[in-house]
Nanobody, 127 residues
Framework: QVQLAESGGGSVQAGASLRLACSVTGGTFDSFGMAWFRRPPGKEREFVAGLDKNGGDIYYHDSVRGRFIVSRDNAKNTLSLQMDNLKPEDTAVYYC????????????????????WGQGVQVAVSS
C-alpha cells in the first residue's frame, strides 16, 4: 500500500522560508510522477509544482515560480518543496501526490491524474 506523509509545515511571517518534505513508502518511488498541491482557505485545490519520475520535466504554478523549488531524491523516496519569500497568499494546506503515470498530467480538475495523496500539512503566512 502506497503511503505519503508530509512534514515541515508551520506558521511564519511574510518573507520567511519553509521546506516541506514528503516521504513515500510502499511503492516504487522512482516510477512515480510527483507533485505538490495546495488548498487555500475557502478555495479549491490548485497545483503548485511537480516533476516527472526522473526529475527532468519540472513545472511550477506561475504564482510560485522563482520562489519555490521542487526536488526529489529517488534514493531516499522523498519529495521536497523549498519555499522562499513566502507571502500571505501562500497560506494553505499543502499536499503531496504521486502519479503512476510517471509524469505530471494537467487535468481540468487539478490532481485528477494523481493516484496517491498525503494527509496534508498546514502552512500559514502572516503579513
Amino acid at each position: 500500500q502506497v503511503q505519503l506523509a508530509e512534514s515541515g509545515g508551520g506558521s511564519v511571517q511574510a518573507g520567511a522560508s519553509l521546506r516541506l518534505a514528503c516521504s513515500v513508502t510502499g511503492g516504487t518511488f522512482d516510477s512515480f510522477g510527483m507533485a505538490w498541491f495546495r488548498r487555500p482557505p475557502g478555495k479549491e485545490r490548485e497545483f503548485v509544482a511537480g516533476l516527472d519520475k526522473n526529475g527532468g520535466d519540472i513545472y511550477y504554478h506561475d504564482s510560485v515560480r522563482g520562489r519555490f523549488i521542487v526536488s526529489r531524491d529517488n534514493a531516499k523516496n522523498t519529495l521536497s518543496l523549498q519555499m522562499d519569500n513566502l507571502k500571505p497568499e501562500d497560506t494553505a494546506v499543502y499536499y503531496c501526490a504521486a502519479s503512476t503515470l510517471g509524469r505530471v498530467i494537467f487535468t481540468t480538475t487539478p490532481g485528477a491524474s494523481f493516484d496517491f495523496w498525503g494527509q496534508g500539512v498546514q502552512v500559514a503566512v502572516s503579513s
